[in-house]
């Protein structure tokens, strides 16, 4: 299989030939992962009963599918990334403004996959063979986990693909396979000596919602466009592409969450949940637990891979595709090795979810906002002019920034960021009772300041080329 020559160029439409099932695939495979699972947990080890936990999760990943699920049609007309096709309405240049926000995510997910992925291998090698625990073998299981994953995230779009479609069945089936192994230890409340993180039953449950719930579609923010820029939308209608975008999202997230929050009942998981998890598996169970370790986390953190490579090349016009990859996988596994001897799960996990969703979500409502008042209509060349190291367009606005959308974007970031309850408590927190609601104050502060400033704005021309068609 040839390695994947295009950055954030636009796919011609000759090799546009993926489909709704090919994202249903993807979203789904890539997803049935240690690294969603563990997201299960953290309303375990906030002290929630298994009520508290299957709602904030439910209502946290609804929540965000209605959010995240229209961005996959800006890719759907544009044919590039989704930080690039932002652009439509940050300026060709200002359109950085979702490469960084999408390198952060895809960064702090990839990292996470690996880490978990890593403990949970090691772990269950020490249970089958005795192999010891030390700094030196998670060292090297990280290596190899990185270094199969870099493959996948190099060869790019096509090969991901395949281990996607193959991961969602043979995942789905190990899955399963531990709903029945885990079972005998099954609970419904939460571990001994838990208490609700925020003292209190709703606050806690909100927590929940935002960082085991939104948090997954938010991740997907800025990678829904690396595959739907392959999907034709002259063979498929953008209602069928949106409802197979909800549908993979709700599948491919809830199913591995709503494990992660059933084993961690069962192993009875508080403050960690790899070695928990591990030792309450029966041995009959332990090479499937290998597997899902092993295979999940290639392909999960393949894709991030792959979208980190996008981003940086995006950053960094000069670069290629696999040189950018190449960069961005040598910093992942940094922080991998940060994650595990360094960070505190559980906080870090916590804090690296809710600051970059506070920070991602104004961006998003701002491209969704561009999106619908342009009609979906674009000048996919002129999305292009700063990959080209040109000039000129018409999403130039001053200097290749839209000041609108950017300052839009920095009032709804820094609203959400004072909104956050991480160790570190932002002010706006008094006035919601000590609940995060950093998401919500983020999303509406960025798109209110969005629609002030550009209410007398004038539309794109490319929109009213497309309209008087």
């Known amino acids: 299989m040839p390695t994947e020559q295009r950055g954030v160029d636009t796919i011609p439409e000759g090799e546009r030939t993926s489909g709704p099932r090919d994202?249903?695939?993807?979203?789904?495979?890539?997803?049935l992962c240690l690294g969603?699972?563990?997201?299960?947990?953290?309303?375990?080890?906030?002290?929630?009963?298994?009520?508290?936990?299957?709602?904030?999760?439910?209502?946290?990943?609804?929540?965000?599918?209605?959010?995240?699920?229209?961005?996959?049609?800006?890719?759907?007309?544009?044919?590039?990334?989704?930080?690039?096709?932002?652009?439509?309405?940050?300026?060709?240049?200002?359109?950085?403004?979702?490469?960084?926000?999408?390198?952060?995510?895809?960064?702090?997910y990839t990292a996470l996959t690996l880490w978990i992925g890593g403990d949970v291998t090691v772990s269950t090698l020490a249970r089958l063979t005795g192999l010891p625990t030390g700094g030196a073998v998670h060292t090297a299981v990280y290596a190899v986990l990185a270094a199969l994953t870099v493959v996948g995230a190099v060869y790019g779009y096509q090969l991901l693909l395949r281990m996607s479609k193959a991961?969602?069945?043979?995942?789905?089936?190990?899955?399963?396979?531990?709903?029945f192994a885990y079972a005998p230890h099954l609970t419904t409340r939460a571990p001994a000596h838990t208490p609700y993180l925020l003292g209190s039953f709703w606050p806690t449950w909100l927590l929940s919602a935002v960082t085991a719930g939104l948090s997954g579609p938010v991740a997907f923010i800025t990678l829904l466009g690396d595959y739907t820029r392959y999907v034709s939308p002259r063979r498929h209608g953008r209602?069928?592409?949106?409802?197979?975008?909800?549908?993979?999202?709700?599948?491919?997230?809830?199913?591995?969450?709503?494990?992660?929050?059933?084993?961690?009942?069962?192993?009875?998981?508080?403050?960690?949940?790899?070695?928990?998890?591990?030792?309450?598996s029966p041995g009959w169970y332990l090479v499937?637990?290998?597997?899902?370790?092993?295979?999940?986390?290639?392909?999960?953190?393949?894709?991030?891979?792959?979208?980190?490579g996008l981003d940086l090349d995006a950053i960094l016009p000069r670069a290629t595709r696999v040189r950018a990859t190449l960069v961005v996988a040598v910093v992942a596994t940094v922080f991998v090795f940060v994650g595990h001897f360094a960070w505190d799960a559980q906080n870090a996990?916590?804090?690296?979810?809710?600051?970059?969703?506070?920070?991602?979500?104004?961006?998003?409502?701002?491209?969704?906002i561009a999106h619908r008042r342009t009609g979906g209509v674009y000048d996919a060349d002129a999305l292009q002019v700063f990959n080209r190291r040109s000039r000129g367009g018409v999403?130039?606005?001053?200097?290749?920034?839209?000041?609108?959308?950017?300052?839009?974007?920095?009032?709804?970031?820094?609203v959400g960021l004072c909104g956050v309850s991480t160790p570190y408590e932002g002010p706006l927190l008094r006035l919601t009772g000590g609940i995060d609601c950093s998401f919500v104050l983020s999303g509406l502060a960025g798109g209110a300041v969005y629609l002030v400033l550009t209410r007398t704005a004038p539309v794109p021309a490319a929109a009213l080329a497309g309209e008087s068609a």
């Open 23 to 31: 994202l249903m695939s993807i979203l789904l495979g890539s997803n």
């Open 349 to 368: 996990m916590t804090t690296f979810v809710l600051l970059l969703t506070a920070v991602g979500m104004p961006w998003a409502v701002i491209t969704l």
């Open 395 to 414: 999403y130039w606005y001053r200097a290749g920034w839209n000041p609108r959308a950017t300052l839009a974007w920095a009032v709804g970031a820094a």
């Open 239 to 280: 209602h069928t592409v949106y409802a197979a975008t909800c549908a993979g999202l709700f599948a491919g997230l809830l199913v591995p969450q709503l494990f992660g929050t059933y084993t961690a009942y069962a192993a009875h998981a508080a403050l960690d949940y790899a070695g928990p998890l591990v030792a309450a």
């Open 167 to 179: 991961l969602a069945v043979v995942m789905t089936a190990l899955l399963v396979a531990g709903l």
């Open 36 to 108: 969603v699972v563990i997201f299960g947990w953290l309303p375990v080890s906030y002290g929630l009963g298994m009520a508290g936990a299957v709602t904030s999760i439910v209502a946290g990943t609804v929540a965000g599918v209605v959010v995240t699920a229209p961005l996959a049609l800006v890719s759907l007309r544009t044919g590039t990334n989704l930080s690039t096709s932002s652009g439509a309405a940050f300026g060709v240049r200002g359109r950085l403004v979702g490469s960084v926000v999408g390198l952060l995510l895809s960064l702090g």
């Open 288 to 308: 499937p637990l290998l597997v899902v370790a092993l295979a999940g986390s290639v392909g999960n953190s393949g894709l991030m891979l792959y979208s980190m």
